[in-house]
């Protein structure tokens, strides 16, 4: 597929995905399907081991392109598709096999803190806000989204009033990991992917795939299943490789296997 409106990097593992449509990265069609065709490359790709999701400039991503909304009603079953691919485009973050880091490099508004909020692990820099102004619009949509990562008060208060949330108050509730200066964002965000890409890919391939799993089960049924990777997991060789990097004492050189 042409990409024209990412640009993707690749070094030592960790994948660099970067939102570059001026002049705010705006998500119209074309963006959510080659975002779609990004991630689910990079799960599959050996090369890869996490991956971090950023926007060019000022902004994260400024959210739907409204301009393109406006013309969907025109054509029986339109409305329908672009809703599916508008879904596929943030869970494409939450499936991707390979951890996904958003590093928020400034305002996250509507679908662009949905893109955020899809990921595994968000830091930001000091200039970034979040704000769902769906309400001022008269429409809906992105509760899910704020429920996930933030109390039931502050949910609603941002949903209900459109309101801001800046940066300082992001890492308060827990939404994010880290506020640090915008230059100093993307190197926080490749320290992070690179710790992780270390990391056996087998096992946080597997680990993912279990926390999504698990948050739709009760604590019995959530462990049991982690039990059963854990069985799984135990006599590949990535865990001897393990077990006999810890006799050594040096680092382990996992294969994914």
Same mark, same amino acid.
């Given at each position: ?5 990412f $640009? ?5 593992g960790v ?7 001026? =002049? ?9 399907e ?12 050996? @090369?890869? +081991? ?5 926007? %060019? ?8 392109? /409204?301009g393109e909304?406006?013309?969907?009603? @025109? &054509?029986?079953?339109?409305?329908? +598709? ?12 939450? @499936?991707?096999?390979? =951890? ?13 803190f ?7 692990? #968000? &830091? ?11 309400v001022?619009?008269?429409m ?7 429920? +996930?990562?933030?109390p039931?008060s502050?949910?609603? /208060? ?5 309101r ?15 506020? &640090?200066?915008?230059?100093d #964002?993307?190197?926080?965000a ?6 992780? %890409?270390?990391?056996?890919?087998l096992a ?11 948050e739709? #089960?009760?604590? +019995?049924?959530g462990?049991r299943?982690?039990?059963?990777? $854990?069985?799984?997991?135990? $006599?590949?060789?990535?865990? /001897?490789? %393990?077990? $006999?990097?810890?006799l ?6 996992f294969?994914?296997?």
């Open positions: 597929m042409d990409i024209e409106h $640009t993707l990097e690749v070094d030592h994948a660099v995905v970067t939102l570059d449509r001026p =002049p705010v990265n705006a998500q119209d069609r074309r963006t959510r080659e975002l779609i065709w990004i991630i689910d490359s990079l799960s599959d790709r050996d @090369d890869v +081991r996490a991956v971090i999701l950023t926007g %060019a400039g000022k902004v994260f991503s400024a959210g739907a392109d /409204l909304r406006a013309k969907l009603a @025109d &054509v029986p079953g339109e409305y329908l +598709r672009h809703n599916r691919i508008v879904r596929e485009s943030f869970f494409v973050l939450t @499936d991707c096999a390979k =951890p996904v880091i958003a590093a928020i490099n400034g305002p996250a508004i509507g679908a662009g949905a893109l955020a909020a899809s990921c595994d692990i #968000l &830091v930001c820099s000091d200039n970034a806000y979040i704000q769902m102004p769906e001022d619009l008269a809906a949509g992105g509760a899910k989204f704020l429920t +996930r990562h933030l039931r502050a949910s609603r /208060l941002l949903f209900f009033t459109g801001r949330m800046y940066a300082p108050d992001m890492y308060r509730h827990g939404l994010v990991e880290a506020v &640090v200066p915008r230059d #964002l993307l190197p926080t490749l320290e992070l992917a690179g710790e992780i %890409a270390r990391k056996s890919p946080v391939a597997k680990n993912k795939a279990a926390f999504n799993v698990v739709g #089960l009760t604590d +019995r049924e462990y299943y982690e039990q059963g990777l $854990t069985r799984e997991l135990s $006599t590949s060789s990535d865990a /001897l490789e %393990a077990r $006999t990097a810890f050594e004492k040096r680092d382990p050189r294969t994914g296997r």
